[in-house]
């Protein structure tokens, strides 16, 4: 150490150069720590994708473990702990049913309409391109061409085949929910038992704990599992009102298909986005294809696009508060992502990984700054400070 003082002392350039050597080993250390997290980022997405049929099942019975656990709660105070996990399945079981029904009921009887009634598609399509060729727009006019009937319908088959098709995956969800009801005590404690807090199964997390991970992960998790509940919840409250609302505007001007496009909106609009548009493009020309007016179809456009507005831009975030805001251009990019590497069941399934990521953010001290940047809302110091500088 003396010597390179002396060597420093009598030669500043090689002082300079020793610096300008650690600052670049330093940067580099820091080139390759995000070398390193981008490739880890990719080696997960790979393994999301390539086994999706194993992921998609264990997301799934997650989140319906999260809906369901203040019931086996209840019925655990009450019954034996297997009797109260039987009727936790059961429940859940019919819930499932029941939803699985709807959907697959609804887009059979869209699916047999439109064989039965290709000729009016037919008729609409070769008027939409013979129009668009009078006003000399043939790109569009090829489009209205390759896009017909046919295509149509091969796309409500192929979605009618795929919900049929999901006895396999129901199937694994069902079984990682029953493995995560029988262990998710044994999983609590044995995080409580990292930081020394004890092992009891139903022991609180004391004032020592909080500065544990386990204790931690256990309050993310707990904190995940209310936001599942109140989402969910919100989500089904919105759907039901959405599938109720087109109903009645389905009904009102004459459409034959009213109750099976209202059990579609309902379904659809589990998926943020994607599904209230399509649920508000497929009976606006249905309506066109059944009473062959343009001002009905474009009434019905209206009313149901008005609807979506009203409970998705208004009533929701007014009911889900601030502890659910979530960027909208994330939301997007989320339900595109997960629809990406897992398909029909990943874009019904990405907000909810995107609240549990972004909960688990906010619970550590080195990643609450993800949470805060990506939550959607403006936080209080950065208005403040908008305040001051504003002339």
């Known amino acids: 150490m003396m010597l390179f003082q002396a060597v420093f002392w009598f030669n500043p350039f090689a002082e300079n150069l020793f610096r300008q050597q650690t600052a670049m080993g330093s940067m580099n250390d ?14 997960v997405t790979a393994a999301l994708s390539f086994a999706a049929v194993v992921f998609g099942p264990m997301a799934f019975a997650l989140l319906i473990m999260a809906i369901v656990w203040p019931l086996d709660a209840a019925l655990r105070k009450i019954l ?10 059961l429940f859940t079981f019919v819930a499932v049913i029941t939803f699985s029904s709807l959907i697959t009921w609804s887009g059979g009887q869209i699916t047999h309409w439109l064989i039965q009634n290709q000729g009016h598609f037919q008729d609409l399509y070769v008027q939409g391109a013979s129009w668009l060729e009078g006003h000399d727009i043939f790109a569009a006019a090829n489009a209205a061409e390759t896009f017909n009937v046919v295509w149509l319908i091969r796309v409500f088959q192929t979605l009618v085949q795929r919900l049929n098709s999901l006895l396999g995956f129901t199937l694994l969800v069902f079984i990682f929910m029953t493995m995560g009801l029988l262990e998710a005590d044994a999983l609590r404690s044995n995080l409580l038992a990292l930081d020394g807090t004890g092992t009891a199964a139903g022991s609180s997390i004391g004032a020592g704990a909080g500065s544990g991970n386990g204790a931690r992960l256990v309050a993310a998790f707990r904190a995940i599992g209310g936001k599942w509940r109140r989402y969910m919840l919100m989500r089904t409250l919105a759907s039901l009102l959405t599938g109720v609302l087109i109903w009645g505007v389905t009904l009102a001007v004459g459409m034959e298909l009213a109750s099976a496009f209202g059990a579609m909106s309902f379904a659809l609009n589990y998926i943020p986005f994607i599904g209230p548009l399509v649920a508000t493009a497929l009976p606006s020309l249905f309506a066109l294809a059944q009473t062959g007016s343009f001002e009905t179809a474009f009434l019905v456009l209206c009313v149901i696009t008005m609807i979506q507005f009203i409970i998705g831009s208004y009533l929701e975030p007014l009911f889900t508060g601030k502890a659910l805001a979530i960027s909208p251009f994330l939301v997007v990019f989320t339900v595109f992502f997960w629809s990406l590497l897992w398909g029909l069941p990943g874009m019904v399934i990405g907000v909810p990984i995107l609240i549990a990521c972004l909960t688990i953010c906010d619970h550590f001290p080195q990643s609450r700054w993800i949470a805060t940047l990506l939550s959607g809302r403006e936080s209080a110091t950065v208005s403040a400070a908008d305040d001051v500088l504003e002339p």
């Open 80 to 89: 034996p702990r297997g009797l109260a996990l039987i009727i936790t399945l």
């Open 30 to 43: 820091r080139v390759l720590r995000f070398a390193c997290i981008l490739l880890s980022l990719f080696m």
